[in-house]
């Protein structure tokens, strides 16, 4: 069996649209959190920047939350600004859900695939794993893969999921020999 991952090479940019100058698409940056107490509770939000205007958007991560819900060890990344604290809070799709942006992954990924030996026998197994959560459609994922057309992929193809589907769930298929 041959392994592909699929890994994120830098944070994805977030689409998402600003109020001053309309534009569609922000970015983390380096990725910085504010946190603000306000009595005994916390206000955490995530910042970031208008990718045409620079202007900052605050995302909220949690809101009046009572600040004694907190493990202090967490606050302390809050405040490091934790580059992995920073990166499950962007990619955690609740989060993107509540404050309404989607992840835009062009250019933010690669495949790893390392080339199948030429004394490996057909038909070749290939087991494809997610590190990041890459929304990528396994159809386009193996043909870029193994350098073959997409009409070679659907007929030297097995898959047990939907070729054309999009998903960043791991998958397995099989590449039967060619002609
Ligand atoms: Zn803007």
């Not at 405040?79 to 989060?95: E, G, I, Q």
């Not at 030996?117 to 070749?124: M, N």
């Amino acid at each position: 069996m041959l392994p592909w991952v699929v890994r994120r090479t830098r944070l994805p940019l977030l689409s998402l649209r600003c109020v001053d100058c309309g534009s569609e698409s922000a970015t983390t940056g380096k990725g910085r959190f504010r946190v603000n107490a306000n009595g005994k509770q916390l206000h955490v939000w995530l910042l970031v920047r208008c990718v045409s205007c620079n202007r900052t958007i605050k995302l909220a991560v949690h809101e009046r939350a009572p600040v004694s819900s907190f493990d202090p060890a967490e606050l302390d990344r809050y405040h490091a600004n934790d580059p992995a604290l920073v990166a499950a809070t962007l990619l955690d799709p609740l989060f993107a859900r509540r404050n309404r942006f989607a992840l835009d992954w062009a250019g933010a990924w690669r495949l790893d695939a390392p080339p199948a030996s030429p004394v490996e026998a057909w038909p070749v197994r290939v087991e494809v794993v997610f590190e990041d959560p890459v929304p990528v459609r396994p159809e386009r994922l193996i043909a870029q893969g193994l350098g073959l057309s997409r009409n070679e992929v659907l007929r030297r193809i097995k898959c047990d999921i939907p070729l054309r589907r999009t998903t960043s769930a791991g998958f397995t298929f099989t590449v039967m020999a060619g002609d």
